[in-house]
């Protein structure tokens, strides 16, 4: 296949990659259509270096076109085999940096521009008092660390003395920005888990509700027994006593929360947990980077001692266990949405059998107390699979963190 006729240069190994990947299956013109119309949709700034998320997101559009033609072995396949590439060249080419136009009279005439870094704009916060804010100050810090990378690769740009350590200074912004998205999704995450905490509440206050209710019928029941028993006492007495807890329950709760929450319908997120791009969690995880940051400084002072060097070794086993604990993170976060993913359709399902059950006896003129009974049994279930429901959506933010990309699609929820 002929080169791809694209007027970038290595400055733009990913797009690069990408036009040669696509290429092979749709042709140079075809794979030239298919980024543009990427960065068309997704508003990415026209001309700016593609990044290993950039890539991903536009693999993920073709594998979304292959599979609606409808050969999903063939798609699969495909996607697996360009996420493993993808992932070898993340491990060894930085993302680039977008370059800037120099500033109104500087360089020489018909000298090549600098490349600048643009500086991350987010404005960081003035320190508040201590305590207040404790929970905002590692993404403080990671945007400040952002801001300082940019300019020191800046800064080695300009100096020609000291461009060998331009690849390691890339790394080292790659590395702080994927702190800030860490940090950022640490905040999504604290926002997410406080809105299921709200609901998981509205759950249990609407089950605590059912509950009473059954209690209720149940005592009326046992009072209305011509010959109690001395059993039937007993269960009288464990009765009232559990629906005195149930109201004190609902004397301190039900005011914090609106009696429609809890019929809230269930997120039932649409995400296949076994795409083959999560294994690029590994190469983009920001201790990776870090490390992979750590091995090219390491490198760079060894000078000619090179991989012999005694401090490129130790960098190199930090590279190595930083991978090892990535990997296993991201197994395990994949591990727990599985569960959470298959725990939800089960209990969803279990949901939609009680209210068949419940419809056929209101129906039939099922008696108070039977229909009482299955309003909490369905309560019950339904609490149940918000709980799964919430820590599904909390996985899967995780590993779109460490997988997706700025401004990509989301998983779509249906309920």
């Given at each position: 296949?002929?080169?791809?006729?694209?007027?970038?240069?290595?400055?733009?190994?990913?797009?690069?990659?990408?036009?040669?990947r696509l290429g092979e299956e749709?042709?140079?013109?075809?794979?030239?259509?298919?980024?543009?119309?990427?960065?068309?949709?997704?508003?990415?700034?026209?001309?700016?270096?593609?990044?290993?998320?950039?890539?991903?997101?536009?693999?993920?559009?073709?594998?979304?076109?292959?599979?609606?033609?409808?050969?999903?072995?063939?798609?699969?396949?495909?996607?697996?085999?360009?996420?493993?590439?993808?992932?070898?060249?993340?491990?060894?080419?930085?993302?680039?940096a977008a370059p800037q136009e120099?500033?109104?009279?500087?360089?020489?005439?018909?000298?090549?521009?600098?490349?600048?870094?643009?500086?991350?704009?987010?404005?960081?916060?003035?320190?508040?008092?201590?305590?207040?804010?404790?929970?905002?100050?590692?993404?403080?810090?990671?945007?400040?660390?952002?801001?300082?990378?940019?300019?020191?690769?800046?800064?080695?740009?300009?100096?020609?003395?000291?461009?060998?350590?331009?690849?390691?200074?890339?790394?080292?912004?790659?590395?702080?920005?994927?702190?800030?998205?860490?940090?950022?999704?640490?905040?999504?995450?604290?926002?997410?888990?406080?809105?299921?905490?709200?609901?998981?509440?509205?759950?249990?206050?609407?089950?605590?509700?059912?509950?009473?209710?059954?209690?209720?019928?149940?005592?009326?029941?046992?009072?209305?027994?011509?010959?109690?028993?001395?059993?039937?006492?007993?269960q009288l007495a464990h009765a009232?006593?559990?629906?005195?807890?149930?109201?004190?329950?609902?004397?301190?709760?039900?005011?914090?929360?609106?009696?429609?929450?809890?019929?809230?319908?269930?997120?039932?997120?649409?995400?296949?947990?076994?795409?083959?791009?999560?294994?690029?969690?590994?190469?983009?995880?920001?201790?990776?980077?870090?490390?992979?940051?750590?091995?090219?400084?390491?490198?760079?002072?060894?000078?000619?001692?090179?991989?012999?060097?005694?401090?490129?070794?130790?960098?190199?086993?930090?590279?190595?266990?930083?991978?090892?604990?990535?990997?296993?993170?991201?197994?395990?976060?994949?591990?727990?949405?599985?569960?959470?993913?298959?725990?939800?359709?089960?209990?969803?399902?279990?949901?939609?059998?009680?209210?068949?059950?419940?419809?056929?006896?209101?129906?039939?003129?099922?008696?108070?107390?039977?229909?009482?009974?299955?309003?909490?049994?369905?309560?019950?279930?339904?609490?149940?699979?918000?709980?799964?429901?919430?820590?599904?959506?909390?996985?899967?933010?995780?590993?779109?963190?460490?997988?997706?990309?700025?401004?990509?699609?989301?998983?779509?929820?249906?309920?």
């Amino acid at each position: 296949m002929s080169a791809p006729s694209s007027a970038f240069t290595s400055k733009d190994p990913y797009r690069l990659w990408l036009l040669s990947r696509l290429g092979e299956e749709f042709g140079v013109k075809g794979a030239e259509r298919i980024i543009q119309e990427a960065v068309l949709r997704r508003g990415w700034t026209p001309g700016r270096p593609l990044g290993p998320r950039d890539v991903v997101a536009a693999l993920q559009d073709v594998y979304r076109q292959m599979t609606e033609s409808g050969d999903e072995a063939r798609a699969d396949r495909w996607l697996q085999d360009a996420s493993r590439d993808l992932a070898k060249l993340a491990e060894s080419v930085p993302e680039p940096a977008a370059p800037q136009e120099p500033a109104a009279g500087q360089g020489e005439e018909g000298a090549a521009p600098v490349p600048t870094v643009p500086v991350p704009t987010v404005p960081v916060p003035q320190p508040a008092a201590w305590g207040r804010r404790a929970h905002d100050l590692p993404l403080m810090l990671a945007r400040v660390h952002a801001q300082i990378a940019a300019r020191s690769l800046n800064t080695i740009r300009a100096e020609g003395t000291l461009l060998r350590l331009e690849r390691a200074a890339e790394w080292d912004m790659q590395a702080a920005q994927a702190e800030v998205r860490r940090w950022e999704t640490e905040a999504l995450l604290s926002q997410l888990r406080a809105a299921h905490a709200r609901a998981e509440l509205a759950d249990q206050v609407a089950t605590a509700r059912a509950q009473a209710e059954v209690l209720r019928l149940n005592i009326r029941e046992l009072e209305e027994l011509s010959r109690p028993s001395q059993s039937s006492a007993a269960q009288l007495a464990h009765a009232r006593l559990t629906l005195s807890q149930t109201q004190a329950f609902l004397d301190a709760f039900a005011p914090l929360v609106g009696t429609q929450d809890a019929d809230a319908p269930l997120s039932m997120l649409q995400l296949d947990l076994r795409s083959p791009r999560f294994s690029l969690g590994v190469a983009l995880h920001p201790d990776v980077l870090r490390a992979r940051y750590g091995l090219n400084v390491a490198l760079w002072q060894a000078g000619e001692a090179g991989e012999q060097a005694p401090s490129v070794q130790e960098a190199r086993r930090a590279l190595t266990q930083a991978e090892a604990l990535a990997a296993a993170q991201l197994d395990n976060t994949l591990n727990a949405a599985r569960g959470h993913q298959d725990a939800l359709q089960e209990l969803a399902r279990r949901a939609l059998e009680i209210e068949g059950r419940a419809d056929k006896l209101a129906r039939v003129g099922g008696d108070p107390l039977s229909r009482a009974r299955l309003t909490l049994e369905w309560r019950q279930v339904r609490a149940a699979a918000r709980v799964q429901s919430g820590r599904l959506e909390e996985a899967v933010a995780l590993l779109e963190a460490l997988v997706g990309e700025g401004g990509g699609d989301q998983p779509q929820s249906a309920t």
